[in-house]
């Protein structure tokens, strides 16, 4: 059985070992993401300001802002999935180019959009026994710190153990082919035990940024947006690494190393 520190290894080494070609593949999608958040920060910082504190004390964020803040939001999601979509386009046509032949078509992007739109609803309804098993364990041992932060800790390995199980439908809608959520379900079979140690690793890398997140909080909503925004395109890319991986040994047959 392949090891998940195999898999982890595989896909970290495949962002790591050359970082500057790294870069310039999702560049596009990071100027896009790092756009969307610097528009937010300097046309709605009061909406922003307003979204982190105390909801009964906070004075309701002007419209326009509140507006301009889901229109940067969206945008940002958007280049998310660019992201996501050169990535994978990347590793899966062994280009070693950032060529036109990497980027996707817009019919292609919208596609892949659709898809993952499609994907999020399947692991929202997938993911309610979770969340109601973890209600009730919560309500069971109580609401002391350490037993919230541990069913905190189990609902977000399940949660992306469950994602890693569904979304080869991704990197194949990148390459352009259609593959239903059931079949990535059944793709990922053979390593389903193997995927629980893989979510684990996940979890530990999102909670190390987070850590960071927390230690370098700038008090400015702009400047704390930006820092997010980085920290969650870093954390999207090893997830995104991750399902390239999965897919290109899977379903393409690749072997590891």
Partial sequence: ??????????????????PATTLRVILPAVFWVM??????????????????QVIDRAAPPPTDQLL?????????????ALMAVLWHRHVLLDRDTTGAEVRPGARLFWSYVWRAI???????????????AMLLVGGLTGSSPVALLLIGLV???????LALRLSLVLPAAAMGHVM???????ATEPLSRTLWALAVLLAVVNTLLGVI????LPADPGLRLMLDSVLYLIEGL???????????????????G
């Fill in 180 to 186: 239903a959520v059931s079949e990535s379900w059944r």
């Fill in 213 to 216: 997140a927390g230690m370098l």
């Fill in 155 to 161: 609902a977000g390995v399940a949660f992306l153990w």
């Fill in 68 to 80: 301009i803040l889901i229109a940067c939001g969206l945008a940002g999601i958007l280049g998310y």
């Fill in 35 to 52: 756009g969307a958040a610097a528009v937010a920060g300097v046309l709605a910082g009061d909406a922003l300001g307003a979204m982190d």
């Fill in 118 to 132: 499609v994907l999020g609803f399947a692991q929202f309804l997938a993911a309610i026994p979770i969340g109601i």
């Fill in 1 to 18: 059985m392949i090891h998940a520190t195999a898999l982890f290894t595989h896909a970290l080494n495949m962002l790591f070992h050359a």
């Fill in 238 to 256: 090893v997830f995104v690494s991750m399902l390239t991986t999965l897919y290109g040994h899977l379903i393409e047959g690749r072997e590891l």
